[in-house]
């Protein structure tokens, strides 16, 4: 794993490092910057605490930015080593975009975790691309506190400002597609296939995007489109298959021509 420290958050390493465990194990942990700006202070604390070891790069102009030159040099070194199976990049930079494409050339897993405004370019690199907002931990919402306190604790109202929440496009189109990618002979597919062909047409395609948690709970908020079964198995969780509905045929707009006699 390679942090760009100017383009990451520290707040959500625990949740990076996780989101990056599914993928096979995290034994390089490196983050790059300049620390001696105020930026990198919040990083500090989870140097230790996760065992990821920091790489100083001064800021030699105003206005450029020299952390992406030492991570790719420090890439290729790691590359050429053959000491890994794959390459996880933690920025919103389209810089790396050649770095991930050189890496997945030669056959290495790529991973990119950065933010929804990451340019596409370097999305489509990557094999697998997570957006850092769906990495942010919910937060519980507060007890209720006893009736015997609440009247006693006078309320202050605050001014709250209307943030309009942005919409995610519909992933139907997605669905779909990945589904006509998947689909055996018998109209069914397999959710497995499924997933693996969502990423290869989206690299940051993710159910948590659309308020999912998993791709089986997101096809399930389709019921008019897509039918599901589990077929349960002896070794260990049941399959799960998805099946599009046949879609009602519309009625013909051609007008019958008149009748003689």
């Known amino acids: 794993m390679l942090i760009d ?54 800021r030699y102009t105003i206005g450029k930015n020299a952390t992406d030159s030492a991570m790719i040099i420090d890439a290729m070194d790691i590359f050429y080593s053959s000491v890994v199976n794959g390459f996880c990049l933690v920025s919103s930079d389209s810089d790396y975009t050649r770095l991930a494409t050189r890496i997945r050339e030669k056959g290495l897993f790529v991973m990119g975790i950065g ?3 990451t340019p596409r370019a370097f999305i489509n690199a990557c094999e697998v691309f997570v957006f850092s907002e769906n ?35 519909s992933p139907l189109p997605l669905l779909r597609r990945a589904f006509e990618m998947a689909v055996q002979d018998d109209g069914w597919a397999f959710l497995g296939t499924m997933g693996s062909r969502l990423r290869q047409i989206d690299p940051s395609f993710d159910p948590r995007t659309y308020g999912s948690k998993q791709l089986s709970g997101l096809i399930r908020t389709y019921p008019n489109v897509f039918e599901v079964k ?16 046949e879609q009602h045929t519309e009625p013909s707009l051609i007008t019958p021509p008149p009748a003689f006699g």
Do not use: C
């Open 230 to 245: 589990e077929v349960k198995t002896e070794e260990g969780p049941a399959h799960v298959y998805v099946k599009l509905k």
């Open 115 to 117: 933010k929804k405004t």
């Open 5 to 58: 420290g100017d383009n990451a958050q520290p707040s959500l390493i625990e949740s990076m490092l996780s989101e990056a465990g599914k993928y096979g194990l995290v034994t390089i942990r490196r983050i790059y910057g300049d620390w001696t700006t105020q930026s990198m202070k919040g990083w500090k604390d989870a140097l230790n605490i996760y065992a990821i070891q920091p790489f100083q790069q001064f």
């Open 135 to 169: 990495l942010v931990p919910e937060i519980e919402p507060p007890h209720s506190e006893p009736p015997a306190l609440r009247y006693r604790t006078p309320r202050i109202r605050r001014k709250t400002q209307t943030v309009e929440p942005v919409v995610a496009p």
